[in-house]
């Protein structure tokens, strides 16, 4: 009996990945966009002769903004020599709401912010990472040297914080036991569903370990038919770069080229992946220039892209699960692990730095993006999958059996 539940639970391993995935990004989410941005607080100690009460006034800040504003004006129009001064642009009016001043006796003075008003940023010009007690240390410092009471700095402390990598894995964890208790309880009661098999390893396959699956996806170049279809679908796929949606997580969006990527990928095969992605990049290079020098590894993070797409959607039957473990590569793996190890190159960081892009600036990023990627790639292939079948570019059985899992 034990076996038999072990062989069943085997095969609906990648459907059990996906939601224990789902919920520690949740975890993940909860913890640091919920609980960390209402209750962690940076608290900044300083000392004082006096208790600087104005430091938690509006009008205090209106006024040293004000003044460094109108000296880096100065600075600017070349009137006065020096560095024009920078500071952080937060809403200060906002975080004075909740802020508070408290006296730890001996002259020591403590203002207690949220912490959602500082989070870790990467530095333009180096790449390395801006940590957030280091920002709020700068903000204070340069703000409370425009008062009429001296301070020295002391310390900043982080207080209530909870790590949301571990509240990912533990949510991680709590779900697997529960699905598995309850999963063994159906499967004693008989009353699990057997998952459709649409796959016949001739035109639709079940692993890409087939000869023949290969073999189909070199005909993407052999018909004309073929090469105007995915230039009109390449031409939408870069011009879609101009058009980012927001993510509502601050200036990050999320731009539509990615579903048009794996359309192609989809329809021509993992092959037809690798070509799209060596030439988006290098197009994309010269029709939409940053301003950064060209860098060849990107090159290879976009065809490892597309060949994911292949794999993941070409004459295979395609789930949600399918989605998110495609988005979960080209996100955490190209992106988080090969991308920053770029990005370490380009900057020239040493290992502490690259380890800290990576877990405060890229890996939450892109932990960011997946779901709503994973949703949105679904929901195309939902819409696209009928309209794609009735013109022979993807069988319909496939088109009839988009599911969840």
């Not at 990472?129 to 703000?143: G, H, I, M, P, Q």
């Not at 159906?186 to 639709?204: A, C, F, H, P």
Request: charged residues 15%; aromatic residues 18%.
């Amino acid at each position: 009996m034990f076996i038999n539940f072990l062989r069943s639970i085997n095969k609906i391993k990648f459907s059990l990945l996906t939601l224990l995935l789902l919920f520690g990004i949740l975890g993940y989410f909860l913890c640091d966009y919920g609980y960390n941005n209402l209750v962690a607080r940076y608290e900044y100690s300083f000392s004082a002769t006096s208790e600087p009460s104005y430091i938690l006034e509006k009008s205090y800040y209106d006024d040293v903004i004000k003044e460094i504003e109108e000296y880096n004006s100065l600075v600017s129009s070349g009137q006065i020599e020096g560095k024009k001064i920078s500071y952080a642009k937060i809403n200060y009016e906002e975080m004075l709401k909740t802020a508070k001043l408290r006296s730890d006796g001996d002259g020591i003075y403590v203002l207690s912010i949220k912490q959602s008003y500082f989070k870790n940023l990467a530095r333009t010009s180096d790449g390395s990472v801006n940590y957030a007690s280091d920002r709020v240390k700068t903000y204070f410092n340069l703000f409370l040297g425009y008062g009429e009471i001296e301070t020295t700095f002391v310390q900043v402390n982080s207080c209530n914080y909870v790590n949301p990598f571990i509240v990912g894995a533990i949510s991680f964890g709590i779900t697997a036991l529960v699905f598995l208790i309850t999963y063994y309880i159906m499967y004693r009661k008989g009353s699990l569903k057997e998952v459709t098999d649409i796959s016949d390893n001739i035109n639709i396959f079940k692993t890409p370990f087939h000869k023949k699956y290969w073999q189909d996806s070199t005909l993407f170049f052999k018909k004309v038919k073929n090469i105007a279809f995915i230039s009109v679908l390449f031409a939408l796929m870069m011009a879609s770069k101009l058009i980012p949606i927001p993510s509502g997580f601050g200036s990050l969006g999320i731009g539509f080229g990615y579903l048009f990527f794996a359309i192609i990928s989809a329809c021509y095969g993992p092959l037809a992946g690798i070509v799209i992605g060596i030439l988006s990049d290098n197009l994309g290079y010269f029709l939409f220039p940053n301003g950064y020098a060209y860098f060849p590894g990107y090159m290879l993070d976009s065809l490892l892209a597309g060949f994911i797409y292949g794999i993941c959607f070409y004459k295979t039957k395609i789930t949600f699960t399918k989605c998110l473990w495609a988005r979960v590569f080209v996100n955490l793996f190209i992106n988080v692990l090969i991308g920053s190890f770029w990005w370490k190159i380009i900057y020239g960081l040493d290992f502490s730095g690259y380890i800290s892009y990576v877990f405060f600036i890229s890996l939450p990023k892109n932990l960011i993006y997946l779901i709503p990627q994973s949703i949105m790639l679904y929901l195309l292939f939902i819409f696209i999958s009928n309209p794609l079948a009735r013109v022979g570019l993807i069988d319909k059985k496939v088109s009839d059996n988009i599911m969840l899992f």
